[in-house]
């Protein structure tokens, strides 16, 4: 292993975090960890699940719950639900129904009858104000309150959602701009919706592009550091952009939203390091921040079509 391989090996363990963690008190997000890529997203992903359930499980909370989430059932399971005195669910939740939960000062209550797998998005205050002014062009005047607790039956929901189920615990081959990315998407898709928004500001942000200066910027801190982990907020703050805004006029810029761009760096990277001959594809994938080679060589496949071992012998022959 050369002496470049084995720093990036270490760096890179460095920086690996879950993304997903796990929920350890019911309906609370669970608190960042020390190197948790997106402690300062306002953004957290938890997986509440359990699978040794021999007889039903009770919970009650009779706290505040100031929180936003969005509750995804990754299986279906027997589950009865109340806040207050008005039931929410009693049966069979179905897999992928989604759930809205919105500030709650009343008792609830879950009975869990059977195994279960619940995946939560947990959205901050301070991040759906700045979805909020980027929709509604102005701050809001006082604390965000979207929604009562319900169910939702909504395409964009559901892909956003699915979309974040899917990263693995280290971001996966996009990394966390991608999650960056997905999250704000998503609060600001609920903004919209739940606080009268026509759509029009969201069309407005899509057509406008970086300035020039702005670019240049932009893409040369992408360079200086896309063999490490890059946020969204790190790019924002270079282009001197709210992250939404920033997010909508980098695609307009350059045809990639900013994680898809930095993905395709790394794999002209990969390329230049391949042809030199002297690096396995493991360590070119330690080398550029990947997970792991099988990370690598799915995300070498999804933009070249062939896999880094196929390519090499291929241009090389």
């Known amino acids: 292993m050369t002496e470049e391989t084995a720093t990036a ?10 993304v997903i963690q796990s929920e350890t008190r019911w309906q609370k997000p669970p608190e960042p960890q020390a190197k948790q890529e997106h402690s300062g997203s306002g953004i957290a992903l938890a997986r509440w699940s359990k699978k ?3 007889k039903p499980l009770e919970l009650v909370a009779d706290d505040v719950n100031d929180a936003h989430f969005v509750t995804f059932s990754v299986r279906s399971a027997a589950i009865d639900f109340t806040v207050g005195s ?20 009343e008792r609830r209550q879950s009975i869990y ?6 995946f939560r998005i947990y959205f901050s205050q301070a991040l759906l104000a700045e979805c909020f002014e980027t929709v509604h062009g102005k701050p809001p ?56 928004g ?6 407005k942000l899509s057509a406008a592009t970086l300035s020039k200066g702005r670019l240049q910027r932009t893409l040369e801190y992408i360079e200086a550091n896309f063999t490490k982990t890059i946020h969204l907020s790190e790019l924002s703050a270079v282009a001197g952009l709210s992250r939404v805004h920033f997010a909508a006029q ?11 761009y930095i993905l395709r760096r790394r794999i002209e990277e990969s390329q230049r390091l391949l042809l030199e001959g002297s690096l396995s594809t493991a360590e070119v994938a330690l080398i550029l921040g990947f997970a792991n080679q099988a990370h690598f060589s799915s995300a070498f496949k ?8 196929s390519w090499r012998r291929k241009v090389t022959e």
Do not use: C
């Open 198 to 203: 026509d759509g029009t500001k969201v069309e």
């Open 250 to 260: 980098f695609r307009t810029a350059t045809g990639h939203p900013p994680y898809a």
């Open 9 to 18: 090996r270490e760096s890179y363990r460095g920086q690996r975090s879950r």
């Open 113 to 118: 009858h059977e195994n279960f797998d619940l």
């Open 302 to 309: 999804k933009i070249i079509g062939d896999t880094p071992v």
């Open 86 to 105: 008005k039931p929410v669910t009693s049966g069979i939740v179905r897999q992928h129904k989604v759930l809205l939960q919105g500030p709650v000062w």
């Open 52 to 54: 040794d359930i021999t």
């Open 141 to 196: 005047t006082s604390d965000i309150m979207l929604f009562d607790l319900h169910f939702i039956e909504d395409p964009v929901v559901q892909s956003l959602t699915r979309a974040l189920l899917s990263v693995e615990s280290d971001s996966g081959k996009y990394g966390p701009a991608f999650v960056d990315g997905a999250g704000l998407a998503l609060a600001s898709w609920l903004i919209d919706r739940y606080t009268g």
